[in-house]
């Protein structure tokens, strides 16, 4: 039976750490199959768009993104392709809660399409082409892989708008 595991929230080093490539050779291995279980029950359950490793404790490049009817588990993802055009909407990180604890949102310019590599569960090679949200949650999470936060994002913006 997949756990719900602790999400780790800002400040916390994990979270700023580069995580590790995976061994795609371990992906059978019964840690890894356990660890992408209780990462989707984790994901669903907290009712996020996506998670990422770090955020559960762990700096390995493991991203699940809530796509509608089916989650992506997406192994060593990539992003190959960015559209000019980007697209600027609320967005809000399980890891980053205010005083309350509560999930708070701001606005984070993205870009509007992204094209993407990644290994999925079996270990397989797959391509993405992705708009709009879908777009967004990825590089959101690929983000926490990097020790980015969406409100750097956000801080960025602030300073090359104002600058
Ligand atoms: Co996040």
């Not at 059978?28 to 955020?55: C, F, H, N, R, Y």
């Not at 701001?106 to 270990?123: F, L, M, N, T």
Request: some cysteine.
């Amino acid at each position: 039976m997949a756990k719900l595991l602790e999400i780790i929230k800002h400040p916390n080093k994990i979270l700023r750490k580069v995580s590790a490539e995976i061994d795609l050779k371990k992906l059978k291995s019964p840690e890894m199959v356990e660890l992408l279980a209780d990462m989707e029950k984790t994901m669903i359950e907290k009712d996020g768009a996506g998670l990422a490793a770090p955020q559960i404790g762990k700096n390995l490049r493991i991203i699940i993104v809530n796509n509608e009817k089916e989650n992506l588990v997406m192994i060593n993802p990539q992003i190959t392709k960015k559209s000019w055009g980007r697209k600027t909407e609320l967005e809000g990180c399980l890891s980053v809660v205010d005083e309350q604890g509560e999930i708070y949102y701001e606005k984070v310019a993205r870009h509007k399409k992204i094209s993407g590599i990644y290994y999925d569960r079996q270990g397989k090679k797959q391509k993405i082409n992705a708009s709009d949200l879908l777009a967004r949650a990825i590089q959101h999470e690929i983000d926490h892989l990097d020790g980015i936060l969406f409100i750097d994002r956000v801080e960025e913006q602030k300073k090359s708008n104002y600058a």
